[in-house]
């Protein structure tokens, strides 16, 4: 158990439709990180936010949108889905802003676009 | 268009055996992570390494960075069962780039088989 929460654990939704997704970090980290990993594309980086201030941006959506509130949970907004979209969620979480500092990561959430 | 390429991306051995997996870029990162991640599960952590020429060695498993920052391997001495999963290689954020900002690998797909 890495202690990064994530909620919910599956998700099935139509096309069109807008989900939110959920994490909470481990006790005590400020960043916070936003990954979609699908089959053909693996492991990519969406955004990173540290202490409620975006941080760092990949290869997001406009579609897409996230925040990380006060008490440093943060939620993924992916909007006007598509099929494509289907993929595993991962949030991860780590001390401080820098690369060097380790990441921790939740156990996902399985996004199914039908 | 991966900008770390991982190789071999399958790889099935005996227990026993020894196995190397390589990660390679043409960019060079200020640190390189490796995980291990396990079918329906978060990526975990194995190491991070930010020096070049630096090698690392936890157990059975040996992790070299290149001098020049842009590759890593991954050895494995007398791989067990429990070794089986995908190894993924991570680049942080290169030194003209934004901190948090990690490249994946498509990964390398370990079995070892009793």
């Known amino acids: 158990d890495s202690g990064v929460t994530q909620t919910p654990k599956h998700l099935i939704t139509a096309t069109g439709q807008r989900v939110t997704l959920r994490c909470s970090p481990r006790?005590?980290?400020?960043?916070v990180y936003w990954y979609q990993q699908s089959l053909d594309q693996g492991l990519q980086f969406l955004i990173q936010?540290?202490?409620?201030?975006?941080?760092a941006k990949g290869n997001i959506l406009e579609r897409f949108s996230a925040q990380q509130f006060p008490d440093l949970h943060s939620e993924l907004n992916l909007s006007s889905l598509e099929l494509g979209d289907s993929a595993l969620y991962f949030c991860a979480s780590s001390v401080g802003a820098s690369e060097t500092y380790e990441q921790y990561f939740g156990p996902g959430t399985r996004l199914t676009v039908t | 268009t991966q900008l770390l390429e991982q190789s071999p991306q399958f790889l099935s051995i005996q227990e026993g055996e020894n196995l190397t997996v390589y990660c390679n870029s043409s960019?060079?990162?200020?640190?390189l992570q490796w995980y291990r991640q396990e079918p329906g599960e978060g990526p975990v952590l194995l190491v991070t390494v930010v020096t070049g020429g630096e090698v690392k060695k936890l157990k059975r498993l040996t992790f070299q960075f290149g001098d020049a920052r842009k590759d890593s391997s991954l050895h494995i001495t007398a791989a067990q069962p429990g070794d089986t999963g995908l190894y993924l290689c991570a680049g942080g954020g290169k030194k003209t780039d934004s901190w948090g900002k990690f490249q994946f690998g498509a990964g390398t797909q370990v079995v070892v088989t009793p």
């Open positions: 006790s005590g980290d400020l960043s």
């Open positions: 936010y540290y202490n409620g201030e975006e941080r």
């Open positions: 960019s060079v990162f200020s640190s």
